[in-house]
């Protein structure tokens, strides 16, 4: 079964700083890999996904992430964090054609 | 607009009384589901459906239910609500290229 590990429940950056938010995970079968977002009191919104194309995926709002097999890693990344992306984002990846399985979130905040 | 709409939004009961949380969506979606979201545990599937009529049972479906009668909708139902089933419960479709939409979520309180 496929599993997924964020680390890091809590990280915290300065505003226009590196954002960088770690996702790995295990699978035995080429993964679909997904980061979502959820702003408080509100559902979760597709940040971006990896479907075996371009190892390296841009989605919404200025953040990519980039698929390393060789790491299982799928690590998040916006190079200068602005107050707006204060969130919690979860990593989740396909397991067969039934559900998602996700990480445990990881609640960014941004210093002024 | 596209969407997965859930109601209620919030919804406060007491240890017993059955109550059921509706799901909507407007994308023609075969599949659907449904998630709850407790602190620290992420999201944890309970039960998804792959079309109308097929449903079936994911991680945590002990104390639910739910049915598939029209594509559209996918109701879940508490029968028997107790306080561990509070949580955050969010309701999902899924697109074509394995992406899911997310409702806005439904908060209940089981007292």
């Known amino acids: 079964a496929q599993s997924v590990t964020q680390l890091g429940s809590h990280v915290s950056v300065s505003e226009g700083a590196l954002v960088l938010l770690r996702c790995n995970y295990s699978s035995s079968v080429p993964p679909y890999l997904f980061w979502y977002v959820q702003y408080p009191n509100q559902g979760l919104q597709l940040l971006l996904k990896?479907?075996?194309?371009?190892?390296l995926v841009k989605g919404i709002n200025g953040f990519e992430a980039e698929f390393k097999k060789s790491e299982t890693s799928f690590h998040l990344t916006k190079p200068s964090a602005h107050m707006s992306d204060a969130a919690e984002y979860f990593c989740a990846v396909l397991q067969g054609a039934q559900k998602l399985v996700f990480g445990q979130g990881t609640r960014l905040t941004i210093n002024p | 607009e596209a969407q997965v709409t859930q109601n209620p939004r919030y919804l406060i009961t007491v240890t017993g009384k059955k109550l059921t949380v509706t799901c909507s969506q407007n994308?023609?979606?075969?599949?659907m589901s449904w998630y709850r979201q407790d602190p620290g545990l992420g999201l944890r599937q309970i039960y998804y459906?792959?079309?109308?009529?097929?449903?079936d049972k994911g991680d945590v479906p002990e104390g639910y239910k739910v049915s598939r009668k029209e594509k559209r909708n996918f109701p879940l139902i508490l029968e028997s609500p107790s306080p561990n089933q509070t949580s955050l419960y969010f309701c999902a479709s899924r697109g074509a290229y394995n992406e899911q939409f997310f409702g806005p979520g439904t908060r209940l309180t089981v007292l």
């Open positions: 990896y479907t075996s194309a371009a190892t």
């Open positions: 459906s792959m079309n109308v009529e097929v449903t």
């Open positions: 994308m023609n979606h075969e599949y």
